[in-house]
C-alpha cells in the first residue's frame, strides 16, 4: 500500500481505507481511515484519524488523507473514500475542493453529509462493509466519550 | 496576544485574527487568520493559513485556530472568529463540532457557508472590516492562482 500504486475496484479503494482505520486503532486512536485516489486508481494519499495519537482535533480521517495527498491543483477527477460516512467537516471538504466521488464504507454507525454532497453533485457510493460496520459499532460501544467528543456531542 | 487573556469585544476577537493573518503574509502565506474563544473572551487558541508554509492544503486559518485550541468537551459557548468568510470545509468545522457563533472581518472578498450555517442555528455576525477587506483584495488580485487554489478553483 503505497502512493502511485493504482487500486482499480471500489472494493480495493476500500481496503486502503481500511487499513488505516486498522492502523489507528493499533496506535490506540480512533478506528477511522480514509484515501484520496485519481481517477485512474493511483493512490495519491491516505491517513486516519489522529484525535488520541497527536491530540489534535482537527485531524479526521479524510483531511488528514488529503492532507497526505500534498497541494493538488484540481480535485474534481479525484475519489475520497472513507470507512465512514463524512462528517459535516470532512463534507464541507469535499464540497469546497470540489472532489467529484465519495465513497462510503459504513453509513450504518454514523450519517454525516453525504446526502448533501450527492444534492451537490458528488457522486456518492455506499458500499456498507459488514466488517466495518462490526468494527466501528465495537468502538463506539467501547469509547462513548471518544466517540463523542470526536463527532462535537457535548 | 496569549492564550489565556480576554478579548471583550467582537471587534477586539477581530483584531487576534487579524494578527494571525498578518503573521501568515509575514511569512510569504495566505493571509488569512483565525481565533477560537470561550463565551467570556478568553482565547482558547489562534491561527493562520498555513498551505504555503507547510505545504499543507488541510490548514485553513479556522482549522489551524480550531486544531491550537486544542480539545475541547464542548464548543456550544466558543466563538470562532475568522478575517474571511468561511469556505464550506471551515463551515463543516462549525455546524459538526456545534461552535455557537461566528464573527466575520470581511464576506466581500469571499463567501463562503456562513448563511448556511445562520439556518442552521449558528449567530454569524460579519463586521467587513474596511481595512481587513483592502488587504485580502490587494492578495487575490496579486496572487490569483495560490488563491485559487486555497478554494479549490482549478
Redesign the interface.
Same mark, same amino acid.
Given at each position: 500500500m503505497s502512493v502511485g500504486d493504482i487500486y482499480a475496484t471500489d472494493a480495493q479503494k476500500l481496503a486502503v481505507a481500511a487499513a488505516e482505520a486498522r492502523r489507528g486503532a493499533a496506535e490506540g486512536g480512533i478506528p477511522i481511515g480514509a484515501a484520496l485516489f485519481a481517477a485512474d486508481g493511483t493512490l495519491l494519499g491516505s491517513g486516519h484519524n489522529r @484525535?488520541v495519537q497527536d491530540?489534535?482535533?482537527?485531524?479526521h480521517a479524510e483531511?488528514?488523507a488529503?492532507?497526505n495527498? +500534498?497541494?493538488? @491543483? $484540481?480535485? @474534481?477527477d479525484t475519489v475520497m473514500v472513507t470507512t465512514l460516512s463524512p %462528517?459535516?467537516? %470532512? $463534507? +464541507?471538504?469535499v464540497?469546497?475542493?470540489?472532489i467529484g466521488r465519495v465513497v462510503v464504507g459504513d453509513d450504518q454507525n454514523f450519517l454525516?453529509?453525504q446526502e448533501w454532497l450527492a444534492e451537490n453533485g458528488v457522486e456518492v457510493s455506499v458500499l456498507n462493509d459488514a466488517t466495518l460496520i462490526g468494527e466501528m459499532r465495537e468502538f463506539i460501544a467501547g469509547h462513548p466519550v471518544l466517540w463523542n467528543?470526536d463527532?462535537?456531542e457535548?
Open positions: @484525535r491530540d489534535d482535533a482537527a485531524m483531511t488528514n488529503f492532507r495527498a +500534498g497541494r493538488q @491543483r $484540481s480535485y @474534481r %462528517c459535516w467537516y %470532512c $463534507s +464541507g471538504l464540497r469546497q475542493f470540489g454525516g453529509g467528543e463527532i462535537g457535548g
